[in-house]
Every structure is written in C-alpha cells, then in structure tokens.
C-alpha cells in the first residue's frame, strides 16, 4: 500500500456468498472504513476472461454478433469467453477463438489487462492480438449462436467511434490496436 493510499483502503472483515452461479458469484463483504466505521459491499466475483483481436492480415479483423440477453440487443464484439477453473489465460485465448470463429492463430500478443466494472465486479479482462490466423471449424457452445464478420479494422474502429460498437472489450480491444497502429 502506498502511503498516500492510506486514508482510502478499506479493510476487509467479513465474506458472506449470497449466490454461486455457472460463471459468477454474488457476494457481500462487509469491510471497515478508514473512519473506522463498518460497510457492505456488494459484488460480482467472476473468475476473470479473455478476448482477442483477431487480425486475418494487418488491415482485416475477424469479429462475431451474438445476442445479449441483459441489454436485449446483437452485438458485434472480439471473440471471448471466460476462464474455467484452473484454466491457463492462452489455453483459454486459443479456445475461444476456434470456439466461436473457427481460426486458429500462429502468434498471440498480449495487448492489455483491465477490469471492466471494478465498481460492482472484480473480473480482469486479459486481451490479446492474434495474427497467422488459419480457418477451420467454429464449435460454439451449445448455448451459444454466433455468426462470425470479417470487416476492414478501420471500419470496426469507425463503429466504435459512432456508438455502434459498445461492449466494452470490444471497445477497448480495438481502441488498442488503434492507438499502437
């Protein structure tokens, strides 16, 4: 802890699990104030995921639209998915992948880690760049129904320049990409 921090932390006491889903867990911690009062926190805990920007060449990224129950629209996102347990961060990268685009990748990069909703969730987002991209058989889980778009990366950067495009690792992922281009 950094000493100018010291009038920010706040201590945990106690971990009460309220719900165990499939891919969360809503917790409620209490922890105590730096004015020495008590508080909840109320929380997601998820077991942190992944996500890539796919390029097919330099100027050609691969995306995918699937429906998205909690805000009732498709979205046009990167290929991602969460860590199973115990799970390496690019065993899951290169699964995701071919499960839901059918490409494999010949090199991955690391592009960012961030929390995408550190408010009300502690889930970290690993995103990666994949290049040497091979086609083969998407294998979606049964859940899942994804269509697979192939589109120039300025023009995905443009969509998220018009709001288009508003999945936050999907926004961040390619932002990236374009900061470093």
């Known amino acids: 802890m950094k000493k100018r921090d010291a009038g920010l ?8 699990t309220i719900w165990r889903g499939r891919a969360v867990n809503f917790d ?15 929380y997601i805990s998820h077991p942190g995921a992944v996500g890539v920007v796919p390029f097919l060449d330099k100027d050609t990224v ?17 290929p991602a998915g969460k860590l199973d347990p115990r799970e390496s961060i690019l065993t899951c990268i290169k699964r995701e992948l071919a ?36 086609p083969g058989q998407v294998n979606a889980d049964e859940d899942e129904f994804i ?23 999907t926004v961040v992922g390619l932002l990236a990409c374009a900061v470093k281009r």
């Open 9 to 16: 932390i706040e201590t945990f006491v106690s971990k009460k």
């Open 62 to 78: 691969v995306l995918v639209r699937q429906y998205r129950h909690p805000v009732g629209e498709v979205t046009l996102e990167l």
């Open 147 to 169: 269509e697979t778009v192939i589109m120039p990366f300025d023009k995905a950067v443009e969509l998220v320049r018009r709001g288009k495009i508003r999945d936050s690792k």
């Open 99 to 134: 499960e839901e685009t059918g490409y494999t990748a010949a090199k991955f990069k690391p592009l960012i880690q961030y929390w995408p909703t550190p408010a009300f969730a502690d889930e970290v987002l690993h995103l990666f760049v994949a290049t040497g991209l091979k």
């Open 28 to 42: 409620v911690d209490t922890v105590k104030l730096p004015n020495g009062k008590l508080a909840t926190r109320e």
